[in-house]
């Protein structure tokens, strides 16, 4: 089981970028998505759960959306902050285990 | 406000066993399920397993199936993860992480993780 992310995305101030997640397994399809952001010598941080809910304090230029194997993490008014490691995860059935994708690192040009 | 605080950086050898403590400030870590996840250098974010809220039930990926234990006191908001049999693709960052409702598998609050360095 997989979870395949393009290793990395840029974008420059202002634009929308998206990043996909996609799912090996045949369960990704029911399963839920969540999508994190990490920044270098910190905690993850949740940014996105059960595919395109946003917790609170997350801006809304952030969002989240699924459908059937795929999913996707869409950051529109980039911002120079927003310059990090994007992570996407779901629980797999085969795995009995969450799963993360290998990482996409944004980079604003 | 959550807070989760993990203990210090550990330099192990080869062989050995290393526990991470992650302490919640008050009712952060009550009720809830919580994971352990791991980094290694250059690398992404691997899961290694969850703890059920009373500590009685763990799950383990199965990599990690012979190796891991997951425990937690209740008492003092403080769960643990020990890893045996250390080798040097052990040396990463570990992290404890909240599990946002019931088993959902989406973490909402994470320590601030512990370097684990395992060298001879």
């Known amino acids: 089981s997989l979870l395949t992310q393009p290793p990395s995305v840029s974008g420059t101030p202002g634009q929308r970028v998206t990043?996909?997640?996609?799912?090996?397994?045949p369960n990704f399809g029911t399963n839920s998505v969540n999508w994190y952001q990490h920044l270098?010598?910190?905690?993850?941080?949740?940014?996105?759960?059960?595919?395109?809910?946003r917790p609170s304090g997350v801006p809304d230029r952030f969002s989240g959306s699924k459908s059937g194997t795929s999913a996707s993490l869409a950051i529109s008014g980039l911002q120079s902050e927003d310059e990090a490691d994007y992570?996407?995860?779901?629980?797999d059935d085969n795995f009995n285990g969450v799963l993360f994708g290998g990482g996409t690192k944004l980079t604003v040009l | 406000q959550m807070q989760v605080v993990q203990s210090g950086a550990e330099v192990k050898k080869p062989g050995a066993s290393v526990k991470v403590s992650c302490k919640a400030s008050a009712n952060t870590f009550t009720n809830y399920y919580v994971h352990w996840v791991r980094q290694a250098?250059?690398?992404?974010?691997e899961w290694m397993g969850i703890i059920n809220p009373s500590g009685e039930f763990t799950t383990y990926a199965q990599k990690f199936q012979d190796r891991v234990t997951m425990t937690r006191d209740t008492s003092t908001n403080t769960v643990y993860m020990e890893l045996s049999s250390l080798t040097s693709e052990d040396t990463a960052t570990y992290y404890?992480?909240?599990?946002g409702r019931n088993w959902s598998n989406w973490f909402d609050a994470w320590g601030q993780g512990t370097l684990v360095i395992v060298s001879s």
């Open chain 1, 87 to 91: 992570y996407c995860s779901a629980w």
């Open chain 1, 40 to 53: 270098p010598g910190t905690a993850p941080k949740l940014l996105i759960y059960t595919n395109s809910q």
């Open chain 2, 96 to 99: 404890c992480a909240r599990d």
């Open chain 2, 41 to 45: 250098p250059g690398q992404g974010l």
């Open chain 1, 19 to 25: 990043i996909s997640c996609s799912g090996s397994s």
